[in-house]
């Protein structure tokens, strides 16, 4: 598939992506979801299905999503270009079972309104630069973002950075784990 180019929507009578589905597609851009009507939708991604994807840049979850599962650690694999991320807030929670910490060139991350807790080990962090959390977070997790050494910026879902604020947690956080900024 290395002719590929562009956009992929994928419809919304879609549940698993197998092994290898799109590897070497190096020329996609965009991976859209398509919307349901349905009230909750739920997503299985395999090992590879999106690997070597070199100028993949965005990934569309359907804004219904409710479950993600990503059992394999090479889904997004080498994937140079994907470096923005977005997590729907219809999931509610994040595990390393949705397999975001393998998105390696991730350097934004937005979680939108709706999550209330977010594992630690969930979130890429390698080259993770900037982090806008949400409202309905409800603590900054055990080690949420270990070794992310250029992370430079954490702030609300929906603001801008502050100038000279290095962190700002929106309002709903109560806790903050051990060694979450570590």
């Not at 349901?36 to 739920?42: G, P």
């Not at 991604?45 to 993949?56: I, T, V």
Request: include cysteine; hydrophobic fraction near 40%.
């Amino acid at each position: 598939c290395g002719s590929l180019q562009g956009e992929v929507l994928l419809p919304a009578s879609l549940t698993t992506v197998c092994n290898h589905a799109f590897s070497y597609a190096r020329e996609i851009t965009k991976i859209r979801f398509a919307d349901s009507d349905a009230a909750q939708r739920s997503l299985r991604f395999e090992d590879f299905a999106f690997a070597n994807c070199s100028s993949l840049q965005e990934i569309v979850f359907p804004k219904n999503l409710t479950a993600l599962e990503v059992p394999g650690g090479s889904t997004y694999g080498w994937c140079e270009a994907l470096t923005q991320l977005t997590i729907p807030g219809s999931l509610q929670e994040v595990d390393a079972g949705m397999g975001f910490q393998y998105m390696g060139y991730v350097q934004k991350i937005t979680v939108e309104e709706g999550i209330t807790a977010v594992a630690g080990g969930s979130l890429p962090t390698r080259y993770l630069q900037e982090a806008a959390l949400p409202h309905s977070l409800e603590e900054i997790a055990e080690r949420l973002f270990n070794s992310a050494g250029n992370l430079q910026k954490v702030y609300p879902t929906g603001e801008e950075p502050e100038e000279g604020v290095a962190v700002k947690l929106p309002e709903g956080i109560v806790s903050i784990g051990t060694y979450a900024f570590y």
